[in-house]
C-alpha cells in the first residue's frame, strides 16, 4: 500500500517570505499526489494536485513539485499570508480511489 | 453549490455510550467516505460508499463501528460501544464519481470521557 509522510511538523514563516512544505511517499507506482489545507475547525480544503507524468504544476501562489527518482514532492506557497496559517496534508491514493493522508504539516506565519 | 454537511459539530459522550454522526453529500454525488482524523494526525479512511453499496471498509473496526448509506445519499455512522481512544474529527467526504475529487464537511468532534 502506500504510506505518505511530511517531514517536518511545524513551519514558521514570516509573512511574505516563501514556504516550502515537503512529503515523501514509498509506493514508487504512486501515479496521483494531492495537497490538502486544513484550517481550525474545517475540513481539508483541495489546494492542488500533479500526475506523475508531471515534474511541477503551478496555481495560484502555490505550486507543487515531484521528484520521482526519490520519491518526494513539495508543496511552494509564495509571499506567504497570514490566512495560509493552517495544517497541509499530502495525500496519494491507494486501491479503489481512498486516498492516504500523510501526518500533516503545520505552518504559522509571523506577521 | 452547498457543501457536505455534517452534524452534531461536537459531541461529549461517556465511554461505553453509543453516538451517531450524520452527513449529507453534495447533491449528486455518488461516492461518500468517513474518515477519522485523531488529533495531530491526518485522516484515516474508516469506509467508502458508492451509491448505497459499500466499496471497502477494511480500515473499519466493525465490532464496534457501523455505518449504513440508505438510498445512497445521507449517511450515519454509529459507535457503540465508545471507548477513549476514539475520540477524534470524524469527517464526512463526497465525490462525483470515483474520482479522486473529494470535497470533505467540517467535521464532528467526538470527545469520549
Known amino acids: 500500500g502506500e504510506s505518505v509522510g511530511l517531514h517536518l511538523p511545524t513551519l514558521s514563516v514570516q509573512e511574505g517570505d516563501n514556504s516550502i512544505i515537503n512529503c515523501a511517499y514509498s509506493n514508487s507506482a504512486s501515479d496521483y499526489f494531492i495537497w490538502y489545507k486544513q484550517e481550525s475547525g474545517k475540513g481539508p480544503q483541495f489546494i492542488i494536485d500533479i500526475r506523475s507524468n508531471m515534474d511541477k504544476r503551478q496555481g495560484q501562489r502555490v505550486t507543487v513539485l515531484l521528484n520521482k527518482t526519490v520519491k518526494h514532492l513539495s508543496l511552494q506557497i509564495a509571499a506567504t499570508q497570514p490566512g495560509d496559517s493552517a495544517v497541509y496534508f499530502c495525500a496519494a491514493p491507494t486501491a479503489g480511489n481512498m486516498l492516504t493522508f500523510g501526518g500533516g504539516t503545520r505552518l504559522m506565519v509571523k506577521p | 453549490e452547498a457543501g457536505v454537511a455534517q452534524s452534531p459539530r461536537y459531541k461529549i459522550i461517556e465511554k461505553r455510550q453509543s453516538v451517531a454522526f450524520w452527513c449529507n453529500p453534495i447533491?449528486?454525488?455518488?461516492?461518500l467516505y468517513w474518515y477519522q482524523q485523531i488529533l495531530g494526525q491526518g485522516p484515516k479512511l474508516l469506509i467508502q460508499?458508492?451509491?448505497?453499496?459499500?466499496?471497502?471498509d477494511s480500515q473499519l473496526p466493525k465490532d464496534r463501528f457501523s455505518a449504513e448509506r440508505l438510498k445512497g445519499v445521507d449517511s450515519t455512522l454509529k459507535i457503540q460501544p465508545a471507548k477513549l481512544e476514539d475520540s477524534a474529527v470524524y469527517l464526512c467526504?463526497?465525490?462525483?464519481?470515483?474520482?479522486?475529487?473529494?470535497?470533505f464537511g467540517s467535521g464532528t468532534r467526538l470527545t469520549v470521557v
Open positions: 467526504a463526497s465525490s462525483l464519481d470515483s474520482t479522486y475529487g473529494y470535497t
Open positions: 460508499f458508492q451509491n448505497n453499496g459499500v466499496v471497502d
Open positions: 447533491s449528486g454525488h455518488a461516492t
